[in-house]
């Protein structure tokens, strides 16, 4: 999935000459958290928040600081072309809540934080009526088709199915499914010698 899918394209967005009290005002009418600030023919010159805003808020009262002192001059940025996964590391290493998307320097669009979890929510279908099966896999081989058949023999239609990023020493896959009663399917993996680490309905 690409970026572009999901950003939010025509972002409100703001130049260096705006106060940091309009700043603030703007996103709080907008109910947003990031305004991208931008010059002539909408290009990116940076990005504020509205925590920076805030701190800022009652130095710039006093006359020291501009909205231009605030902003992050040279934001982490992301291309409408790159993979969702590019945004969503970025986002995580660089602990942001989003950031612009810009085409060379031009400012086409938005993503957050907020975008990509509704996308990883929707695709791992956490919302809808399903089920779900986390397995222990182990290294024999066919190990997961041989998981996989179990599951549709006894009644269970995969949605999707991906292995955990826990580090215990074991291949744990979850397997979501169409809605339905996992005991049975719990009971014949568990016969064949697989550990069930969890069975949710």
Not at 4 to 14: F, Q, S, V
Not at 76 to 90: H, N, R
Request: hydrophobic share 40%; glycine share 10%.
């Amino acid at each position: 999935m690409k970026v572009k899918t999901l950003m939010i394209t025509d972002p409100i967005t703001i130049t260096e000459d705006v106060s940091i009290q309009e700043a603030i005002k703007i996103m709080q009418i907008n109910s947003i958290r990031h305004l991208p600030v931008v010059g002539n023919g909408n290009i990116l010159k940076g990005f504020i928040t509205l925590n920076d805003s805030k701190l800022g808020l009652i130095p710039s009262m006093l006359g020291d600081v501009t909205l231009k002192d605030l902003m992050v001059a040279n934001p982490v940025t992301v291309g409408p072309e790159d993979d969702i996964e590019t945004a969503a590391q970025l986002i995580y290493h660089h602990k942001i809540g989003g950031m612009p998307v810009v085409s060379g320097e031009k400012l086409v669009g938005i993503i957050t934080e907020t975008d990509i979890l509704g996308a990883f929510i929707d695709m791992m279908g956490i919302l809808s009526g399903t089920s779900r099966l986390d397995v222990v896999i182990g290294d024999k081989p066919n190990s997961l088709e041989t998981v996989l058949n179990i599951i549709e023999k006894n009644g269970g239609e995969v949605i999707n199915a991906g292995r955990t990023g826990q580090r215990t020493g074991k291949k744990i896959f979850y397997f979501r499914l169409g809605r339905c009663n996992t005991r049975l399917i719990r009971k014949a993996l568990e016969k064949s010698g697989f550990e069930v680490v969890s069975a949710l309905d």
